[in-house]
């Protein structure tokens, strides 16, 4: 088992152009009030601060690919068996900014470098793959993101493996939230955040979802993580894109399109290189914890008053 803990994937190429940027903002739900993150005209347009998490996935595709063939491809990591992509889900993610990304990656040569950082057997409820990626201009050498992943292969442990270190938990401060953002996702949500470049079939074939135990076809973890993400910056960050370094979140609960999702967000007051702590909750309205664990860093954390649907 030593040998997985990392273990380097082959890097792989990723480029975005300005239009990707555009369907990602309207995919996590950006409204007018954003718009420089929807007008590429805008005089201070620029990437949703988050959009990185979706290159994973995107690569340099600009045509939809097979999802299953893709996860099923790459290398296998030493001493862990082969896990079954359809049974998969997301389990936590975090996304540090080390350098804003340009609005396109024209004229540079991005990759992803990704290396195991643990994989975790957990008896019968499955097995927990931890991998970190580093977005990577790759003439310069520089980083420009860091994004710890967390994928949960639902029933498939007892292999052996080690169970993995003690997590460490940001739960909310025991007081009224400081901040609420509420955002009333579409029946059709999973089918246009898919357009980003995650195509697991999850997220659009009823049946799918079904086999997996869930009502349908459910709505992409990242796509609630990413909608926290601007709720976040929206209540607390003037919906300025650069001052989010830092966010992360466990995937507690499937979401359904058609769910509205609360966010409960908290200033604890904590400080880390210059920002500020926030903790944060999302739950779909009236139901279950659907991020549990989050946790953002902001500079020049300011107050709004009031959600926006
Ligand atoms: C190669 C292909 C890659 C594909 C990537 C995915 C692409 C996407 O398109 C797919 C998605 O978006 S899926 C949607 C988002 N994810 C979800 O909805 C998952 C929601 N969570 C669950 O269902 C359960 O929490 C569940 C099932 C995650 C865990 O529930 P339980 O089995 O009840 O687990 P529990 O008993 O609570 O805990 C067992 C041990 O596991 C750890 N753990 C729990 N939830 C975790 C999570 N979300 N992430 C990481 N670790 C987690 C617990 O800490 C516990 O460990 P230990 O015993 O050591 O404390």
Same mark, same amino acid.
């Given at each position: 088992? $030593? ?38 005209? %805008? ?59 340009? $609005?396109?990656?024209?004229? *540079? ?17 499955? =097995? ?9 201009? *790759?003439?310069? +050498? ?19 493996? @080690?169970? +993995?270190? &003690?997590?460490?938990?940001? @739960?909310?401060?025991?007081? &009224?939230?400081? !901040? ?25 074939? @009823? ?9 349908? !076809?459910?709505? %992409? ?9 601007? +709720? ?30 609360? =966010? ?17 909750? =999302?739950?779909?309205?009236?139901? &279950? ?10 500079? &020049? ?9």
């Amino acid at each position: 088992m $030593a040998e997985a803990a990392g273990f380097e994937f082959p890097s792989i190429p990723v480029s975005w152009v300005k239009r990707d940027l555009l369907v990602f903002a309207n995919s996590i739900g950006a409204t007018k009030d954003e718009l420089h993150f929807l007008y590429e005209l %805008h005089p201070s347009f620029t990437a949703f601060p988050t959009y990185p998490i979706i290159l994973s996935f995107k690569h340099t595709d600009q045509e939809v690919v097979d999802f299953y063939a893709r996860s099923s491809g790459g290398p296998s990591i030493p001493g862990v068996p082969k896990l079954d992509p359809r049974r998969i889900v997301d389990g936590q993610r975090q996304l540090t900014v080390i350098k804003p990304i340009p $609005a396109t990656s024209a004229g *540079k040569t991005f990759e992803l470098r990704g290396k195991v950082i643990g994989v975790y057997d957990k008896g019968r409820s499955g =097995t927990v793959t931890e991998i970190q990626h580093e977005l990577i201009d *790759k003439s310069t +050498g520089e980083v420009y993101t860091r994004i710890l992943s967390s994928s949960f292969a639902v029933g498939q442990g007892g292999w052996g493996g @080690p169970k +993995g270190p &003690k997590g460490v938990n940001y @739960p909310p401060p025991e007081r &009224k939230p400081d !901040a609420i953002f509420t955002y009333q996702t579409t029946e059709e949500q999973a089918l246009l955040y898919r357009i980003n470049g995650d195509y697991n079939p999850l997220h659009a074939d @009823p049946t799918i979802g079904t086999k997996m135990g869930f009502p349908g !076809a459910i709505l %992409h973890g990242l796509c609630t993580w990413n909608v926290a993400a601007r +709720g976040v910056l929206r209540m607390l960050g003037n919906s300025e894109g650069e001052r989010l370094k830092s966010f992360q979140a466990r995937f507690a609960a499937p979401v359904m399109p058609g769910d509205k999702l609360v =966010t409960e967000m908290w200033v604890t007051g904590a400080k880390e290189d210059g920002a500020e702590e926030v903790r944060f909750m =999302t739950r779909v309205e009236g139901g &279950k914890v659907v991020l549990s664990n989050g946790r953002a860093l902001l500079t &020049k954390v300011e107050k709004k008053a009031e959600s926006k649907l």
